[in-house]
């Protein structure tokens, strides 16, 4: 029996862009990255054997654009075999109830992110006071609402696999959101990063939309445990990636990252935790 699925009410176009808006990346041959306004969707499995899954699902109103880019890259009436989901934050949520309905794929996810896919609980309100200009202040119209994905929403395994993507294991990420995770392949060391870390200041209007390059901590105005944000960026620093794809900002590889995620680990208090804001705590540790 399929259940009711629907948006949250707040859920509502968001009139923010970027210079890569519309752009795809092939990163490697089985890794496409595609920018949706400010934030990347990616396709992931090879275009010749047909079996491939979408990793997260873009800003509200994009489907057409979701479903258009897929089917370019693997052909008319493909599907993917499964979405998954790096976390629920409105900008990686944007079209999953017309691709859910469109395609009929499941979609999987972190059970402690399940509250709010499942319409149960908001996410805390997007912080506009906190250090971080323009963008911060325009977070007050982010939807914060869950959406309900009801039965087509299932946990992603205990054992660290991620269905249908062979080769790639889910990573727990928390900070951002409480049950954000990570994709890794140990035998490329490709990594998609959510936003664990992105690689422009999404913090500046100005950077978002040039996409300048910079290995940053998670968006800020969205983000609650900064000490649980930074242990994760260690984790994956760890992981020593070669080539990541970030929720916001271009795909980074080789020296640039590995100096930018341990600049980033090392500096996490400078670089990411904002100076004031009402999910800061500097004093913590
Ligand atoms: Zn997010
Ligand atoms: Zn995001």
């Not at 395609?103 to 805390?124: C, D, M, Q, R």
């Not at 992603?156 to 990573?171: A, E, F, K």
């Amino acid at each position: 029996m399929d259940q009711e699925i629907s948006y949250g009410s707040d859920y509502k176009f968001i009139p923010a862009t970027s210079i890569a808006s519309g752009i795809g990346i092939e990163v490697l041959p089985d890794l496409y990255s595609h920018t949706i306004q400010i934030v990347n969707i990616c396709l992931v499995g090879n275009p010749e054997t047909k079996n491939f899954v979408l990793v997260d699902a873009g800003m509200p109103e994009s489907a057409n654009e979701i479903i258009s880019v897929t089917e370019d890259r693997f052909g008319a009436n493909s599907r993917p075999q499964a979405i998954i989901l790096t976390h629920g934050h409105f900008d990686h949520v944007g079209a999953i109830i017309e691709l859910v309905k469109h395609w009929n794929v499941p979609v999987y996810a972190h059970e402690l992110e399940f509250p709010f896919l499942t319409g149960k609980i908001s996410y805390p309100e997007p912080d506009p006071t906190v250090e971080g200009g323009l963008v911060a202040k325009m977070s007050p119209m982010f939807p914060n609402e869950p959406i309900n994905l009801g039965n087509h929403i299932q946990s992603l395994p205990s054992d660290g696999s991620v269905p249908h993507l062979s080769g790639y294991r889910w990573i727990h990420t928390p900070g951002h959101s409480p049950g954000h995770v990570s994709l890794f392949r140990d035998q490329d060391r490709s990594l998609i990063a959510g936003d664990a870390f992105i690689t422009v200041k999404q913090d500046s209007l100005y950077k978002v939309l040039t996409q300048e390059m910079e290995v940053n901590g998670p968006p800020r105005y969205l983000t609650t445990d900064w000490q649980a944000a930074w242990e994760s960026v260690r984790k994956l620093e760890a992981l020593q990636p070669t080539t990541a794809v970030t929720g916001h900002g271009m795909p980074l590889s080789g020296e640039m990252l590995a100096n930018g995620l341990k600049k980033l680990v090392n500096d996490f208090e400078q670089i990411a935790i904002p100076d004031y804001g009402k999910y800061v705590n500097k004093n913590k540790h």
